[in-house]
Structures are given as structure tokens and as C-alpha cells.
């Protein structure tokens, strides 16, 4: 049976991803999104776009009116570790009183499954790697903070109102849709690969490396980069799971590629040299952050189709090469 769900942030790299797979299965969809750093244009078609904030009850009251719906997805938010150790008590402020008056309508509405845009930057300081869910949780940065607040904000629904939760903790999110109808575009761009592909194309200047001194064999940072769809496949399946309880789960590879590799492995892709240069370190970037999927992987049967590295940074430079700016039209 079709189902109807909310996506906030819908209009967003991720959100737009699981939009056009909930659309893809049937599934009705409305997106509440400010357009604040998503594209009208990235929400895919045949989803429903109320523009406008989580913090306006106006905007929110339009949302539900769509309703009922079958589940809530919350992946509108402020997300730049950098930004947030510059301006902690807005993404701390923000994030938290936008997740929690999501929560409060969606437990007024009758909603009984949330799923939550959580983060790898729950993990500061990780002491086993890969890690897995039962890992303490000590944000690195306020906005890893910001997340870890609306995680136990989570438990609290459950408790109190019998809201089912889905906190999915995404480690690096790259690539794009393999069939080339939605990719990624920040304004600004602040990610890795975009940033590492626009310098391949001679589109920007150099890459700066945020620092080459981390206790790493070259120096330079580990991520687990993960592709969008099978983010969006995770989700569904957590849609699933949350008909009969609430999980948490760590969404990665198990592969970390440091900065210098995902250079190397964008050359070898786009056949193209990526100027670079090594600048000082990002406040706010832990050294290793690369994720334990076991959980997902043996209780979900989650399997990422597009595990290598080499066919995220593919998937992304097609996209890049098909709109070489984004989702604006050129002039
Ligand atoms: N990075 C970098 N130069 C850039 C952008 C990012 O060296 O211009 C590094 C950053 O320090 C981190 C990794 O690339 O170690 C991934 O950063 P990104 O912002 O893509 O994602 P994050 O890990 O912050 O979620």
C-alpha cells in the first residue's frame, strides 16, 4: 500500500536522494524545505514542495495538512562542522529547536516513525575503529552536539509518546544518482570531493588539504565516504524496521580513504591533475572517523551497491559534467 511521508530538508543533497526512492516504490511525498541551501529544482518530480522553516507553526501547519502521515524524515538542518565551531550556539540553538518542534508536531499529528539525519560527528574522539553504534557518543563539535541532543530528545518521544525512532548516523555522503537526475550542490561548497572535482575541471581555484600533521600514514584525514543511494536504501529499510521498534545505526563502507587518496582516486577518474595545496587544520576535524555497518548490514540486510570509492567519485563527476552549475540554470 502507498504510503504518504514528510521530508524536511527534502530539497537538500540526501533528502533529495531518498525523495526521488520513496517515489520510486510508489510512495507519496511531501517535502517542507526553506530552499535556505536546497534547490527547488533538486526536489524531484511528483513530490509535493511547501517552502518554508520548521520554526514557522504557518509552514509546519501547511506540511501536516498533507497528511496523515505514514512517517517523518528530518534531514533539514544546519550540517558544517567548521560553520559550527565558529557559530556554536546557533547551530546548537537551531538544530534543537527545529528537531524538537518537528517531534512535537508530528507526536500531535498522530506520526508514529521518525527517522532523524544523524552524523558521524557524534564521534569526536572514537576509540575503536571501525566504529560501531556502542561507542560513547562525545561530539567533536557543536554540531555533532546539536544531533547527539535531538538522539536522546528521541528516546524521550518514545518513552513518553510511543514515537518510533530511526537514527541513521551518515558518515561521509558523496556520489550521485546513478541515473544522473540529482547530484550535489552546496552553496557554498564546502565538501571534499565537489570541491576536489570543480578544482580537476579548473572550475575553482586549488584545493586547500585541511592539514597534513594528523596521526595518519600520509597526513592527512580518514573519512568513510558513502554513496547517496545506498544512504536512501538504508533509509528504506529503517522504514521497515520502524513498524516494530526503534534503532540506531552507524551508515558507512568500513573503508576510510584518506584526503590524499580521494585526490589520487579523482585523478585516475577524470584523467585530470587536481591542483592542491596543504593549508593549516579544520577546527573540528577529528583525524579517523570510518563507520562499523555490521549492525545494519545483519539486522536490515543493508549491502551497499556502490561500495568503491573510485564509482561515488564517477557518479559524481557525471553529474558535475552534466551541470556544471548545479541546479541554477546558466545564464
Ligand atoms: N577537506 C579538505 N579540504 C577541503 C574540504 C575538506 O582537506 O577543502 C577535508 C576535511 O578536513 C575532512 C575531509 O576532507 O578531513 C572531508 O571533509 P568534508 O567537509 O567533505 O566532510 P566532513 O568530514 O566534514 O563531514
Redesign the pocket.
Given at each position: 500500500m502507498p504510503e504518504t511521508h514528510l521530508v524536511t530538508g527534502g530539497a537538500g543533497f540526501v533528502g533529495s536522494h531518498l525523495v526521488l526512492a520513496l517515489l520510486a516504490r510508489g510512495d507519496r511525498v511531501v517535502v517542507l524545505d526553506d530552499l535556505s541551501t536546497g534547490h527547488a529544482a533538486a526536489v524531484p518530480e511528483g513530490a509535493v514542495l511547501i517552502t518554508g522553516r520548521i520554526g514557522d507553526p504557518d509552514a509546519l501547519a501547511r506540511a501536516f495538512a498533507h497528511g496523515p502521515f505514514a512517517s517523518v524524515l528530518h534531514f533539514a538542518a544546519l550540517s558544517?562542522?567548521?560553520d559550527s565551531m565558529r557559530e556554536p550556539y546557533r547551530y546548537l540553538a537551531e538544530n534543537a529547536k527545529n528537531g524538537l518542534a518537528l517531534i512535537e508536531a508530528a507526536v500531535a499529528h498522530g506520526v508514529t516513525r521518525f527517522v532523524l539525519s544523524s552524523?558521524?560527528?557524534l564521534f569526536g574522539a572514537p576509540t575503536t575503529i571501525p566504529i560501531p553504534e556502542d561507542e560513547p557518543i562525545d561530539p567533536g563539535s557543536p554540531y555533532g552536539e546539536s544531533k547527539a541532543w535531538l538522539e536522546r530528545a528521541l528516546i524521550w518521544a518514545e518513552r513518553i509518546h510511543g514515537l518510533r525512532s530511526a537514527c541513521l548516523r551518515y558518515f561521509?555522503a558523496a556520489g550521485a544518482d546513478p541515473g544522473g537526475r540529482l547530484g550535489e550542490d552546496h552553496r557554498p561548497e564546502?565538501?571534499?570531493?565537489p570541491?576536489v572535482l570543480d578544482a580537476a575541471a579548473g572550475r575553482r581555484p586549488p584545493?586547500?588539504?585541511?592539514?597534513d600533521d594528523y596521526p595518519t600514514p600520509d597526513g592527512?584525514?580518514i573519512?568513510d565516504y558513502i554513496h547517496v543511494a545506498d544512504l536512501a536504501e538504508a533509509h528504506l529499510l529503517a522504514l521497515e524496521a520502524l513498524t516494530t521498534r526503534s534503532v540506531r545505526y552507524n551508515l558507512g563502507n568500513g573503508t576510510g580513504y584518506s584526503?590524499r587518496e580521494?585526490i589520487a582516486t579523482a585523478e585516475r577518474v577524470t584523467g585530470r591533475r587536481v591542483p592542491h595545496t596543504v593549508g593549516p587544520?579544520?577546527a573540528g576535524?577529528p583525524p579517523v572517523?570510518v563507520a562499523s555497518s555490521r549492525r545494519i548490514r545483519e539486522e536490515l540486510g543493508w549491502a551497499p551497491r556502490y561500495p568503491e570509492l573510485e564509482t561515488i567519485i564517477a557518479h559524481a563527476w557525471a553529474w558535475r559534467q552534466a551541470h556544471p552549475d548545479g541546479y541554477r540554470q546558466p545564464r
Amino acid at each position: 500500500m502507498p504510503e504518504t511521508h514528510l521530508v524536511t530538508g527534502g530539497a537538500g543533497f540526501v533528502g533529495s536522494h531518498l525523495v526521488l526512492a520513496l517515489l520510486a516504490r510508489g510512495d507519496r511525498v511531501v517535502v517542507l524545505d526553506d530552499l535556505s541551501t536546497g534547490h527547488a529544482a533538486a526536489v524531484p518530480e511528483g513530490a509535493v514542495l511547501i517552502t518554508g522553516r520548521i520554526g514557522d507553526p504557518d509552514a509546519l501547519a501547511r506540511a501536516f495538512a498533507h497528511g496523515p502521515f505514514a512517517s517523518v524524515l528530518h534531514f533539514a538542518a544546519l550540517s558544517l562542522v567548521g560553520d559550527s565551531m565558529r557559530e556554536p550556539y546557533r547551530y546548537l540553538a537551531e538544530n534543537a529547536k527545529n528537531g524538537l518542534a518537528l517531534i512535537e508536531a508530528a507526536v500531535a499529528h498522530g506520526v508514529t516513525r521518525f527517522v532523524l539525519s544523524s552524523t558521524a560527528a557524534l564521534f569526536g574522539a572514537p576509540t575503536t575503529i571501525p566504529i560501531p553504534e556502542d561507542e560513547p557518543i562525545d561530539p567533536g563539535s557543536p554540531y555533532g552536539e546539536s544531533k547527539a541532543w535531538l538522539e536522546r530528545a528521541l528516546i524521550w518521544a518514545e518513552r513518553i509518546h510511543g514515537l518510533r525512532s530511526a537514527c541513521l548516523r551518515y558518515f561521509n555522503a558523496a556520489g550521485a544518482d546513478p541515473g544522473g537526475r540529482l547530484g550535489e550542490d552546496h552553496r557554498p561548497e564546502t565538501h571534499l570531493i565537489p570541491l576536489v572535482l570543480d578544482a580537476a575541471a579548473g572550475r575553482r581555484p586549488p584545493l586547500t588539504v585541511f592539514g597534513d600533521d594528523y596521526p595518519t600514514p600520509d597526513g592527512t584525514c580518514i573519512r568513510d565516504y558513502i554513496h547517496v543511494a545506498d544512504l536512501a536504501e538504508a533509509h528504506l529499510l529503517a522504514l521497515e524496521a520502524l513498524t516494530t521498534r526503534s534503532v540506531r545505526y552507524n551508515l558507512g563502507n568500513g573503508t576510510g580513504y584518506s584526503v590524499r587518496e580521494v585526490i589520487a582516486t579523482a585523478e585516475r577518474v577524470t584523467g585530470r591533475r587536481v591542483p592542491h595545496t596543504v593549508g593549516p587544520r579544520r577546527a573540528g576535524d577529528p583525524p579517523v572517523l570510518v563507520a562499523s555497518s555490521r549492525r545494519i548490514r545483519e539486522e536490515l540486510g543493508w549491502a551497499p551497491r556502490y561500495p568503491e570509492l573510485e564509482t561515488i567519485i564517477a557518479h559524481a563527476w557525471a553529474w558535475r559534467q552534466a551541470h556544471p552549475d548545479g541546479y541554477r540554470q546558466p545564464r
